[in-house]
């Protein structure tokens, strides 16, 4: 089992910053993927950003060149710093995390959210 916790979210104005943080406790398998996904009111869950074990990055379309997430192995944590925010931007952020044990089978987590509010 792993637990997620994250913190940084908040309201913002357009044009602003913010850091989520997430950090991760449990059982944590070699391999992994950890990311931040995003779902907005009435919408589906979108992934945002996501950093392998190996320190690839994946970013969605839409925060490439404002997102940058990274992660300090030593907490087994995960960051995502926000900048040039938009209105559109505003959504729960989820922390993730897959974690693969050395069959290859694949554990998946969730942390509670937090809300990120840009105001116009």
């Known amino acids: 089992q792993v637990q997620l916790v994250e913190s940084g979210g908040g309201l913002v104005q357009a044009g602003g910053s913010l850091r989520l943080s997430c950090a991760a406790s449990g059982r944590i398998f070699s391999q992994y993927v950890m990311g931040w996904y995003q779902q907005a009111p009435g919408k589906q869950r979108e992934l945002v950003a996501t950093?392998?074990?190996?320190?690839?990055?994946k970013y969605a379309d839409s925060v490439k060149g404002r997102f940058t997430i990274s992660r300090d192995n030593s907490k087994n944590s995960v960051y995502l710093q926000m900048g040039s925010l938009k209105p559109e931007d505003t959504a729960v952020y989820y922390c993730?995390?897959?974690?693969?044990?050395?069959?290859?089978?694949?554990?998946?987590?969730w942390g509670q959210g937090t809300q990120v509010t840009v105001s116009s």
């Open positions: 950093i392998n074990s190996g320190g690839i990055t």
């Open positions: 993730n995390i897959k974690t693969y044990d050395w069959l290859g089978s694949a554990y998946d987590y």
